[in-house]
Each structure stands twice: as C-alpha cells, then as structure tokens.
C-alpha cells in the first residue's frame, strides 16, 4: 500500500467524505464534521467554531507536527490517506510581560449628550516590543486596536475601528494615540490601565472628560460569540437594534440620561435587591439583574436564579404599594417586585420601561 502523501502548504488532503473527525491534544473527537469534497483550513476552522464554540483566530489545525496554513486545500475522499487532525488554540495574550492581559473586554456606557456607546478590545490585537522588564522604570512600544460601536442603528456612522500606537509601561499602563494623523474621534487619544489579574480595564479618553472611572471587563468564555457579533463588523449587532427616540434621542435631558446609566450600571453589576412574589414564590428576598445585551432580566432568589425575557414582557406597572412593581408576562401571568423604597420603585420602572421600548418596536 502506498505510504501517504506529505502535507505542505496548498497541498491537497485527504479524509473522510462524509466524517471529518477533528481531536484535541488528548486524542479525544472533539468535532466530528461533513466538509464536502474540498475545503481550505480556513473553511473547516469555521465550521469547528460553529460545532463547539470559539474563536476563529485563535484555532490552528495540526496535522503530524505540522501546524496548516488556512489557505491549505483538504480533498475530503479517502480517510486512510492522513492522519487525524488535531484542534489546538493559541493564547489571545500577546504581550509577553502582562500575560494576565488574555480575552475579550467590553463596556456599555452612555456620557452626556451621546447616544449610547460599546467599547470593544481584544488582547489578540495588541503587540508589543521593547527593554527588558527588568528595569521597573522601562517603557515599550505598542500597537494595538480599540473598537467603538454604538447600540442603536441610527447612530451606526459613529462605529470606529481605531488603530492605535503608543507606549506600554511594565505596570500595565497603555498610553495610545490614533495611527491617522489629525483624527477628532473621541478615541483619538486613550490611557488604558490593565488590572493585574487581567479581569477589567480602566479606560480614559482626553476626548471625553467624564471617562474617568469607565472599565472595562474581560468576557467569559461563554460570551464570545455576543462579543463576535457586537464588535466584528460584517455580523448582526446584538445592541443595534432600532430604538424609540425617547431612549436614543441626544436631546434626551441630561437627568434621565443620568438615570438610565446609573440604573444600567447596577442592575447588569451587582444588582438590585428586592422580594419577590409570584406563583412560585411568597416573599422572598432575592436580587434583580440584568444582562449586558438587555434582552432579559434575572432573578436570583437563593441558590435558585430565574430569567424572565423582555420579549415574553406584556409592560411592567405600579403596584397599589409605593414599593410595589409588577411584571406583566404576556402570558398574563404577574411577577411582583417589592424594592426598598419609592424611588428606587420609580427608577426601575422608568428604566424597565424603555428597555422593553426598544425590544418591541
């Protein structure tokens, strides 16, 4: 029998028509796959993302001790012609003395008088060179990209991939400027402070003077494909959907504005303690969350958590108590929520409200 053909670069493969079977380092099938009868790495490594979740840009394929170009061609006939292929990942950090600076980071924030905005970094973006560390006063260059996006469609010509260089000290202190001379964007000129952990990033914009305090934090696993689909420029943007002019007006006035980002900030961090009253529960105390992409809320009562959808919400409405917000289900069914006190009943209405506006219309 005829020994198998040597793997190059643009050399043709060849494996199982119907099974393409794709293992871990462990030898374990972790993806079983149908290529058709011929398809590039690239290709295969899209269909592994879409099998088991991950990220595109961080798979390599291996097939012996070689590692495959995207653009090799795999002929999918002959499964006793090569070997198994074998998954294995690259590290998303790219800096080699902040290796704690590894993932997907986000913000949701919305300042004075702009419309509600995303900001977006991914540490497989970012690149560094320089001294050796041993100095503790040593700085190194960077480059690196910032993405902005806002929520609502209307003010999508505000979307900025921003290529940025600049200085990164060993203590985790990026300073960046935009690469295109002259740029007024409010990303133009950025201090990013990474946590030693790695987890959230301090991100300070000269261009917008309340930034200050804004941080972003690192997405888990789980989240890839919301952060994919919100920052990457040729998918469905989970945030931008439409939205009444009440929410994404500029006009809107500021103490609202206000309101809606404090709210926002609470409820999708720690939460907002309630009790809680429904078919199933009688009072009990829990903590009212939501998720960053606005499509649900939570409730966690215990060790038990449960997920209410806005798009099975009827509204939400005042109780005959100042304390008191009941939560309309479509289905007719009531969930209600008793808070601390009348005014944090009256922000959760309000705010709730105009979330549920935006996933109606």
Known sequence: MASPPPVEAATQMQTSREHLSIHAVSGEVVATLDCGEVANVRAIKAKICSAIGGRVRLMRLLHKDKLLGDEVEIACQDVSAIAPLTLVHESAARIAFLPNFDGLYSLCYQLDDMPAMAIGIDS???SANGPSEEDPKWQASVVGTVLFR?????????????KMRGTIHASGILNLVSDRAGEEDFGNQVTLRIA??????????????DSMGLKLTRMPSSN????????VPESDLLWARPVRSSLSDP???PALQRMIRSF????VGVGVDVTVWSYAVNGMPGTLRMDREASQIELQIGAVQATILFTDVGSFEKGASEFLLRVVHKSGVQTSLTFDNMEGRNEAYTCLKIFLMSIHQ
């Open 224 to 231: 890839v494909e919301y952060w994919q689909k919100m920052f």
């Open 264 to 267: 926002a900030n609470a409820i």
């Open 251 to 253: 006009k809107l006035r």
């Open 196 to 209: 030693p952990n790695g987890n959230d990033i301090q991100f300070t914009s000269q261009k917008l003077p």
């Open 124 to 126: 497989a973006d970012f």
């Open 150 to 162: 806002p929520h609502a469609h209307e003010y999508q010509e505000l979307a900025r991939v921003i």
